[in-house]
């Protein structure tokens, strides 16, 4: 049971309903995490708003961007973020052996380097708070500056996201359903 309570739409003062709105347009749904945040409504408008960048304006390939937040995930144990973006992993063309060697905690070992890179990078931002200079070196080779930038925000916004997750015990949506992976509690 979340520490919060899942704020709603009529919940918020009219005034701030276009926060509740704007998540439900661009996301499809007010999910539980943004439904918690919603405590705060200032607070969830800013931490949307870097998502929403993310998710539909980064120029970070999709491919990426959902290893890199699968990485994430999985490296702060968090099943909840897992099961809303595997899907979404899969939809974008991430392989099943790339999802599988994050899920395992092997990758990038056995990836080609090129795959490789994106979930080493995640990892040790995730671990470490930075990257080694020749993790950073091969990944700007890859994505160049302005999209290096991008696969960091990434990471630190699904990394944040986490936190918030856990710290509030946010509940599973309706319809998603934890990995075995995963521990709870």
Do not use: C
């Amino acid at each position: 049971m979340a520490r919060v309570p899942y704020i709603k739409r009529a919940d918020l003062p009219e005034s701030q309903q276009d926060i509740y709105d704007n998540i439900a347009k661009t996301r499809g749904h007010v999910a539980n995490v943004f439904s918690a945040l919603l405590n705060n409504p200032e607070a969830t408008k800013a931490v949307t708003t870097v998502g929403e960048y993310i998710r539909y304006n980064s120029k970070l390939d999709p491919i990426i961007r959902e290893t890199a937040i699968l990485t994430t995930a999985n490296e702060m144990n968090n099943g909840y973020e897992w099961a809303q973006h595997e899907p979404i992993a899969r939809e974008v063309g991430v392989r099943d052996e790339v999802i599988d060697s994050i899920l395992s905690g092997k990758g990038p070992m056995g990836l080609p380097a090129k795959e490789g890179i994106f979930i080493q990078s995640a990892k040790e931002l995730v671990k470490n708070g930075t990257l080694t200079s020749r993790t950073y070196q091969a990944l700007e080779h890859l994505l160049g500056p302005e999209v290096t930038i991008d696969f960091l925000v990434t990471v630190g916004y699904y990394s944040m996201l986490s936190r918030l997750i856990h710290s509030l015990d946010v509940d599973f949506d309706e319809g998603l359903t934890l990995n075995d992976q995963f521990e709870t509690g």
